[in-house]
């Protein structure tokens, strides 16, 4: 026998299904308003990034020339496609 009759559990069961049916509903309009604020945010940070701000240099800071006195790192050169999928460790080993 079971421990509630089934004319019962169904409306326990109907309400278990409407309280979960509500949860999903409220996690998804909390994330749908965190997006919201973060488009927002986005929106004004590429603003102000576009504006720029008085007293702080331009793009014409980042061209900046490079010291030829230190060897490039391996990630400044251009690699070959051996050199790329373990020539560093290949070497190492006494390979090519």
Known sequence: MPALPLEEAGKYV?????????????????M??????IERELRELARF?????PGTPGREA?????????????????LTPSESVGGAAERVRGGS
Not at 14 to 30: S, T
Not at 65 to 78: E, G, H, I, K
């Open 14 to 30: 109907a309400g278990a299904y409407v309280v979960f049916a509500a949860l999903i509903v409220v996690y998804v309009a909390i």
């Open 32 to 37: 749908a308003a965190k997006l919201q604020r």
């Open 49 to 53: 990034a576009e504006q720029g701000s």
């Open 62 to 78: 980042e061209d900046v020339p490079v010291d030829s006195a230190q060897p490039p790192a391996d990630s400044d050169r251009n």
